[in-house]
Structures are given as structure tokens and as C-alpha cells.
């Protein structure tokens, strides 16, 4: 059965093309498969009948009508009854038709039993009667025929079966007959795999398999992914990068798959002077990914040389994953070590305009005097359209803080070229750090479909970069200005002034929101949550209520949910707690908050190793500032354990 859709789609040819080989057919039918009995004195193994049932038993399956298929089968045994190849096939089909009529399964045992009377034999005959007598639960039988194919067809397959289904039925371990399956040929990488799993509890014996199978499989055409896996999760992987690394030495070449595990495997662990001693193996291999893991750790290195040599070759290459970062740190590459010519001209590989303002105002900070007025001088080579050129100028003078004159560049440029070479948010990003707010904002009211409103974006900006007085400021002036601002102005404003005075403060701001947005889930939400993260338990009830109706709006909301739940654990009513978290904010967990809200109830509900487990995801998170602070000090309280390392 297992063989069944293969065979399918190896076999099934035309009904045209089959008459076509009807010779050749008739040759290959009668080319007896692990044949046990002799020839008869007068074997119809020339019979063309038998080779016209069989071709349209073959059209039968492939036209997925299996019963007739069957009947077929039947017809060309008749014409050539020793062929062994047809039988195995009738049972297969039999095994088939068994999953809707579990007569075929007597039908099986019946038939595999008579050819085995016979002395007609193959270990797919003998598979055959093992899985109807598996799936009839007659472990006896089962094990009487697995003896028969243990002295018949001994294979490591036969063997590893014999220990599994020893295991299985007579809850016996036999190691040695693992020992026996290891000593036949190793004709399939996955055989072998399962076996050396079985050792798990034996390293010596596990690395002594793992380095056979390397260096059985490492040069043919198997899954490599099967392979590495391997060795990560019989926790060798460090066996295995030994390994690589002692064949390279050896001058034995990898195939690409082979050496991007190893690569990768040095990269999940740091060892990026491991990475760069490989360089003289991977330099000229065709794998760009490789290459590019390389590269990726001289820059971090801040070994310029090695990422100029491997970033040359293949920055013209069609399969980077991103030819900004390439382009951009072999620039940096270049400037590193003083040559500004080099370094311009890394960055004309560019032909994309955002791409280039990008790379320049990375770079153009870091250069020396020298550097910066080669790059100025020779800026009007990038780009033919001088607004371009002028829209670089005014890049180069911002990222030195020379905001004036990047203004006065700014400012000659008309907005509709910022938003044909969509190169609005950059522009923005120039008058903001030169505090031109106007201007800023008649640029970004050319954008049609942002999220959020200009001047929410403005303060944004300012709040992200530490200015949050500035950004306080403009969002008040809009509350003055705006006889209905945006919902979310009420809840930036909240958030901000909770940061840094009382809690009245942030509430006032929700509750005027709330008089004009009474329908907002997320004005509701964020009073209802304020409520209860500052502890005002004379307002839980009504936190309540307003949680309650923002579920009614948005009920697939786990924000909500989650605000909800950090209520009732306010109140003390841990259990509810919990099932609310568990139900609505468990899957795709992302958000630090949540973590931590997870991490707190566990432990007033005494389950310690959920607890631990979710405050350290709060911290690797790492996108809420407050509750990785609060994870971190129970982590230390709790647990007497420091937090993990996170990556900023």
C-alpha cells in the first residue's frame, strides 16, 4: 500500500504509448522480482494476453478506478501465473480497497499465505500479510512472518522492524539486533537515522554512526536538511561542524547545503572568527547565501579586507538577500580604509534614489574630512535629475547636523518630486530634525493612506527620539485646535504624561476622549486597562464595563482580552485570570506585555515553572521597556536568576 501512489506515477503511461511498448512490456513483466520458485517446464511468460491485462489494469489505476484495477490484475496473473511482480501487485491493491472494506483484509492473508505455500515468496509479499496482520491487531502472526522475512530478506530494514515490534509486543529491548541491522548495507539514509536515535542514550555510539553517515551521504543527491537535523537533535550538531571542518582540511569539497549548515550553525553560536578561518575554502563557491554568511561576519568583525574581497564577488549577483545591506556596509567597507574613491563608487551601484539617501547618510557622518568633500564634490555623478541631486545635498548636510543648509536644499525641491520618487518620509524626516514642523507637515499631507494622522506622525517622531515634551506639546496644541481630533491624540497623550506625572493626568485625557469616540474599542480599552495597571480599585466595576463593551465591538481583540484579564487580577480572581489568557492571548505570543501578564498570574497561582517560563519570553521579546523591567526584578525575586541575554 505504501508503494501504491509511487508506482502510480512511475508506471502510468497513455493507453497509445503502452500498445506502442507492448513488446518491451511483455519483456519487463516476466522479469521475475526476487523469484523463488524455478520455471515451469512450459512458463507462459511470453503470453501477450497477459501483457494486454496488465497494461490496462495500469490505465485502470491511473484513471483511479482501483476495484477494476484489481480485476485486471487477477486476469493477467491467470495468463502468467509465476510472475511474482503481479502478485505483489494484487495484494498491494487489496491492502488499498481494505480501508473501506475490511474483507479484503481476510482476502490478504488468504491469498499471501497460499503464494507463501507455494513457494512463491518476495519480501513484498511477505510486507503484504505483516500490514493486514498489524492492522487486525494478531501480533503472532505478525511476528511469524517477520521471522520469515528475518531468514529470507535480511536487511537493516528487516532488523530495525524485528527490534521495534520485539519492543512493541514483548516489551523487549534488544540492542543487539540494532547492532545486526547496522552490519547489512546502508542503502537509505532514513534507515539509518532511526536507528541511530535509538542509541540516543550512547554518544560514542551515536557519533560513531553520524560520522559513517557523513561520510556515506554528504556527496549524493539526499536531503540535506534530513540530515543536519540530525545531528541537532541527537545534539551533535558541534560533532558535525568537527567534521565538516576536518574534511575541508582534508581538501574534500561540500556541497552547498552541507556548508550552509555549517556556516549557519557557527553563526547561531558567534563563532564569526570560525566563520572567517573557512574563507579560504568557501571563496569561490557558488552559493551566494554562503558567501554572503561570510561577508555578514568580517562586517561584524570590522574585518574590512575579507568583506571587500567576498562582498566583490558577489554584489552583482541576482539572489542577495538584500543588495542595500551588501552594497551599503562594502561601502562602509571601502571608506574603513580610506579609499573614498572606492566608496563612491559601491554606492553608484545603486540606481534606486531612497536607496542611495539611505547608504549616503549612514556613511557620510563617519567620514574624515577628506572623505566628505570627495563624496560632495562628486555627488552630481549619482543622478542626472539635478532635484535629485539637490535632495542628496540636503541628505549629506542633515546627517552632519547641518540642518539650516539642509534646509535651504530642502526647500528649493517642489513636494510633488517627493512623492513621484516616493521620498516623503525622508524629506519629513529632514525638517523634523531641524525642528521645521510646517514644513514637515506640508510635505506628509501628500500621503493618502497612512495609518495614522500628520501630526500623530510628528509626535511620533519627536516621542521616539526622547522628545517627549515636544511631542506632548504639538499633540496638545491639536487638542486645542481640533474640534474633533483623532482617538488616538487622547491615547498618545495618556501614555505619555503616565510616564512621567500622576495618574488623574493620563486619565483625564482617556475620559475626554472617551465623551467624543463613546463607540472606540480602543478608547475603552485604554481606560479600562489604565484603570487597573494604576490600581484604582474604587474604578475596577466600571473598568469592567468598559472592557466588557469593547469586547462587544472587537471580541477577537486579545489586546481587550488581555486588558481584561489584568483586571480580574487586580481584583484577586487569579483563576479567571488565567483562563482568560490562556483561551484568547496564548498562540502567536509577541508582545512582552502579555508575556509578563502571563508571568504574574502563574505565580500568584503557585505554578513556578509556567511562570519562569513566561517572564524569561517576556524579556527575549524585549518590546515593552516596562514589563521587561518588571520580568527581569521577578526573575531575580522568584527564581534567584538573572535575565537572559535579550538583542537589541
Same mark, same amino acid.
Given at each position: ?225 534530513? %540530515?543536519? *537535523?540530525? =545531528?541537532? !537533535? #541527537?545534539? &551533535? +550538531? ?8 576536518? /574534511? ?111 547608504? %549616503?547618510? *549612514?556613511? =557620510?557622518? !563617519? #567620514?574624515? &574630512? +577628506? ?8 555627488? /552630481? ?117 503616565? !510616564? ?149
Amino acid at each position: 500500500m505504501k508503494h501504491l501512489n509511487k508506482k502510480i506515477g512511475a508506471f502510468y503511461k497513455s493507453l497509445f504509448m503502452l500498445i506502442l511498448i507492448n513488446l518491451a512490456a511483455c519483456s519487463s513483466i516476466n522479469n521475475q522480482k526476487s523469484l523463488e520458485i524455478k520455471p515451469q517446464a512450459n512458463p507462459r511468460i511470453s503470453n501477450n494476453f497477459s501483457v494486454y491485462y496488465f497494461n490496462m489494469a495500469e490505465i485502470a489505476l491511473q484513471e483511479g478506478n482501483i476495484p477494476l484495477a484489481l480485476q485486471l490484475y487477477e486476469k493477467a496473473d491467470e495468463q502468467a501465473p509465476d510472475n511474482v511482480f503481479i502478485k505483489e501487485m494484487i495484494l498491494e491493491i487489496m491492502e488499498v480497497l481494505m480501508i473501506n472494506n475490511a474483507s479484503y483484509a481476510d482476502k490478504v492473508i488468504e491469498l499471501g499465505n497460499e503464494y507463501v505455500q507455494r513457494g512463491i515468496i518476495s519480501h513484498k509479499i511477505l510486507d503484504s500479510l505483516m500490514n493486514v496482520y498489524q492492522y487486525k491487531e494478531d501480533s503472532s502472526k505478525f511476528m511469524e512472518i517477520l521471522a520469515l522475512q528475518v531468514e529470507k530478506y535480511p536487511s537493516m530494514r528487516i532488523y530495525s522492524l524485528k527490534y521495534y515490534y520485539e519492543l512493541k509486543y514483548h516489551n523487549k529491548s534488544d540492542k543487539e539486533l540494532l547492532e545486526q541491522a547496522l552490519g547489512f548495507e546502508w542503502e537509505n539514509v532514513n534507515e539509518v537515522i532511526s536507528v541511530a536515535f535509538e542509541f540516543a542514550d550512547d554518544k560514542e555510539k551515536v557519533l560513531d554512526i553520524v560520522g559513517k553517515i557523513y561520510q556515506k551521504w554528504t556527496e549524493v543527491n539526499i536531503s540535506q536538511k534530513e %540530515l543536519a *537535523e540530525l =545531528y541537532d !537533535n #541527537l545534539g &551533535v +550538531e558541534q560533532v558535525f561542524s568537527n567534521l565538516i571542518l576536518a /574534511n575541508l582540511q582534508a581538501g574534500q569539497h561540500l556541497i552547498d547545503e552541507i556548508a550552509s549548515y555549517y556556516l549557519t550553525n557557527l553563526q547561531r553560536n558567534g563563532k564569526y572568527e570560525q566563520i572567517l578561518q573557512s574563507v579560504p575554502y568557501f571563496i569561490d563557491s557558488s552559493s551566494t547565501y554562503n558567501l554572503e554568511l561570510i561577508f555578514s561576519a568580517a562586517v561584524y568583525l570590522q574585518d574590512w579586507e575579507t568583506a571587500i574581497n567576498v562582498g566583490s564577488k558577489i554584489v552583482f549577483r541576482n539572489d542577495l538577500l538584500s543588495k542595500k545591506y551588501l552594497i551599503m556596509n562594502l561601502a562602509n567597507a571601502w571608506s574603513k580604509l580610506g579609499h573614498y574613491e572606492k566608496t563612491f563608487s559601491s554606492i553608484l551601484m545603486l540606481d534606486n534614489l531612497s536607496e542611495t539617501a539611505f547608504i %549616503l547618510n *549612514e556613511i =557620510y557622518p !563617519n #567620514l574624515e &574630512v +577628506e572623505g566628505r568633500n570627495y563624496f560632495w564634490n562628486g555627488i /552630481n555623478e549619482l543622478f542626472d535629475d539635478p532635484e535629485a541631486t539637490t535632495f542628496l545635498q540636503a541628505i549629506l548636510k542633515a546627517s552632519v547636523e547641518e540642518y539650516d543648509s539642509a534646509m535651504q536644499y530642502l526647500e528649493e525641491i517642489p513636494e510633488d518630486f517627493f512623492v513621484e520618487t516616493n521620498l516623503i518620509f525622508q524629506a519629513a524626516r529632514i525638517c523634523l530634525e531641524a525642528k521645521n514642523i510646517s514644513h514637515a507637515q506640508k510635505i506628509l499631507e501628500y500621503i493618502d493612506d497612512i495609518a495614522f494622522s500628520t501630526i500623530e506622525f510628528i509626535a511620533i517622531h519627536y516621542y521616539e527620539n526622547g522628545e517627549k515634551e515636544l511631542a506632548l506639546t504639538i499633540l496638545e496644541k491639536e487638542l486645542e485646535d481640533n474640534l474633533k481630533p483623532s482617538e488616538h491624540i487622547f491615547i498618545f497623550c495618556s501614555m505619555i504624561v503616565s !510616564n512621567k506625572e500622576t495618574k488623574e493626568s493620563g486619565l483625564g485625557y482617556l475620559e475626554k476622549g472617551l465623551i467624543l469616540y463613546p463607540e472606540s474599542s480602543e478608547m475603552l480599552n485604554s481606560l479600562g486597562y489604565t484603570i487597573a495597571d494604576f490600581q484604582i480599585s474604587a474604578r475596577y466595576d466600571e473598568a469592567q464595563i468598559y472592557l466588557e463593551k469593547a469586547l462587544e465591538i472587537d471580541s477577537e481583540n486579545r489586546m481587550i482580552w488581555d486588558s481584561l484579564a489584568w483586571l480580574h487580577f487586580r481584583k484577586g480572581n487569579y483563576q479567571q485570570a488565567i483562563e482568560i489568557l490562556e483561551k484568547h492571548c496564548s498562540q502567536n505570543l509577541v508582545d512582552s506585555a502579555i508575556a509578563y501578564h502571563f508571568g504574574e498570574v502563574y505565580l500568584k497561582l503557585n505554578k513556578m515553572d509556567k511562570a519562569q517560563e513566561f517572564l524569561i519570553r517576556a524579556i527575549m521579546l524585549n518590546n515593552d521597556e516596562e514589563s521587561v523591567i518588571a520580568s527581569k526584578k521577578l526573575l531575580e525575586k522568584h527564581f534567584n536568576q538573572k535575565s537572559p541575554e535579550i538583542n537589541e
